[in-house]
T-cell receptor
Framework: GAVVSQHPSRVICKSGTSVKIECRSLDFQATTMFWYRQFPKQSLMLMATSNEGSKATYEQGVEKDKFLINHASLTLSTLTVTSAHPEDSSFYIC???????????FGPGTRLTVT | GQNIDQPTEMTATEGAIVQINCTYQTSGFNGLFWYQQHAGEAPTFLSYNVLDGLEEKGRFSSFLSRSKGYSYLLLKELQMKDSASYLCAVRASPGGYNKLIFGAGTRLAVHP
């Protein structure tokens, strides 16, 4: 079964509004979660690394004030896209890294469309 | 800087064998992954190499040469359902912490 869930799977919002995406680790505690963005026919681009109990580490070029990340517990990280614009329309995927495994487990992704 | 290269597209025939190559340049190398991704879905794990050599898992095998910065994914007995994107990803620690850096992906089309 799935080890990582994301909610919602799809969301359509109007330009200027904010959208929150949840990523849950179902089977284990995750001190580290990653957020990726994927545009059509492109690969996954790491946006930020979410660390439980501390501030997220953002990749170069990713606006931390626009993409708010909260990792308040060992099983939940949220990504909030603030003041969304059409160019933010993308596939957002989270992944979880366990302490005992080399593997990252990916969530099913969230398709965001900003109109 | 970080750089991962793989072919953009490949085609192959059902039942055949295909090899997808990946070359990389990173600092703080800590393993190489191959993922399969169907359109609109999240990536699924295929293989992991951290030491030089070949790892075999059913119809899929992955090879790594750290000295050459080179890996390949070998798919045998191709099936139509193998049509997907195959992502090469390197775990590295360029900023002092581990993160997974993806290549652009190789779109594989399997035809009858």
């Amino acid at each position: 079964g799935a080890v990582v869930s994301q909610h919602p799977s799809r969301v359509i919002c109007k330009s200027g509004t904010s959208v929150k995406i949840e990523c849950r680790s179902l089977d284990f505690q995750a001190t580290t979660m990653f957020w990726y963005r994927q545009f059509p026919k492109q690969s996954l681009m790491l946006m930020a690394t979410s660390n439980e109990g501390s501030k997220a580490t953002y990749e170069q070029g990713v606006e931390k004030d626009k993409f708010l990340i909260n990792h308040a517990s060992l099983t939940l990280s949220t990504l909030t896209v603030t003041s969304a614009h059409p160019e933010d329309s993308s596939f957002y995927i989270c992944s979880v890294l366990t302490d005992s495994s080399y593997e990252q487990y990916f969530g099913p992704g969230t398709r965001l469309t900003v109109t | 800087g970080q750089n991962i290269d793989q072919p953009t597209e490949m085609t192959a025939t059902e039942g055949a064998i295909v090899q997808i190559n990946c070359t990389y340049q990173t600092s703080g190398f800590n393993g190489l992954f191959w993922y399969q991704q169907h359109a609109g879905e999240a990536p699924t794990f295929l293989s992991y190499n951290v030491l030089d050599g070949l790892e075999e898992k059913g119809r899929f095998s992955s090879f790594l040469s750290r000295s050459k910065g080179y890996s390949y994914l070998l798919l045998k007995e191709l099936q139509m359902k193998d049509s997907a994107s195959y992502l090469c990803a390197v775990r590295a620690s360029p900023g002092g912490y581990n993160k997974l850096i993806f290549g652009a992906g190789t779109r594989l089309a399997v035809h009858p």
